[in-house]
């Protein structure tokens, strides 16, 4: 996908996909992001530091086709509240109340420098996941763990638990490891850091080809720090 393309597919009101083109790249020139369209803020930074999860296509599932697409606070903010304030999320990602909760978490990383991009996940075109990508290495994770460049985080929810407990969570991290891995080819690992409490998590990642490789305390959790390596994508 183009620039071009993806502008047309990101502008808003009062900016075309010309001016969107032509707005990125002088906010490329001259650090000027304050003048953007806010849901073109995740396109310039992901851009630099993430290669743009929200060109990286569909991966084909036993569930179905699932893909990532960017969050957008204007189109998605109801249905990630209603899922922030499901008891099974709200025990780990402590984010129940009202929209301008979740709507604060989701500005910390849309406004910041592209670090983490909020995503979707989409199987076979419905919203049915929550998703952070990350640059693990320039997280304070960092500090917990002997990272490497271009590491490559995720957070997850399931978002409808009639979706919960069959196994798609396995399937979906799957999924996503073989995303970052095909799509980021600085990227030689994939992390996470579920709660060790969360023990669904936990055998998740451990059946989608993830290892623990440690147990480690950060600030709000215990976690086990789970890594899926790239020289290991062929074989799983």
């Not at 997280?139 to 929810?157: E, K, N, Q, V």
């Not at 600085?186 to 850091?193: D, G, K, L």
């Not at 579920?194 to 480690?216: K, Y």
Request: hydrophobic share 40%.
């Amino acid at each position: 996908m183009s620039l071009t393309d993806t502008a047309a597919d990101l502008a808003g009101p009062g900016l075309d996909a010309p001016d969107a083109v032509d707005a990125l790249l002088a906010a490329r020139r001259h650090s000027d992001v304050q003048r953007l369209n806010a849901d073109l803020l995740p396109l310039l930074a992901e851009a630099d530091l993430l290669d743009s999860p929200a060109t990286w296509g569909s991966v084909t599932t036993r569930a179905g086709a699932f893909r990532l697409e960017p969050v957008r606070p204007g189109r998605d903010l109801d249905l990630l509240t209603a899922w922030m304030n499901d008891p099974e999320v709200d025990a780990y990602w402590e984010l129940a109340g009202p929209a301008a909760v979740t709507a604060a978490h989701l500005r910390s990383q849309i406004d910041g420098d592209g670090r983490s991009i909020p995503c979707l996940g989409l199987l076979d075109g419905t919203p049915m996941s929550y998703w952070e990508i990350y640059r693990a290495d320039l997280d304070p994770l960092s500090r917990h763990y002997p990272a490497r460049p271009h590491d490559t985080g995720i957070h997850l929810l399931i978002g409808d638990g009639a979706n919960r407990g069959r196994g798609l969570g396995t399937a979906l991290l799957r999924a996503v490891a073989d995303l970052v891995l095909g799509n980021r080819p600085r990227c030689t690992r994939v992390v996470a850091e579920p709660d060790i409490r969360n023990t669904p998590s936990v055998s998740a990642f451990l059946s989608s080809g993830f290892r623990c490789q440690a147990e480690i305390d950060l600030p709000e959790k215990r976690a086990a720090l789970m890594v899926r390596e790239r020289v290991l994508r062929n074989l799983l």
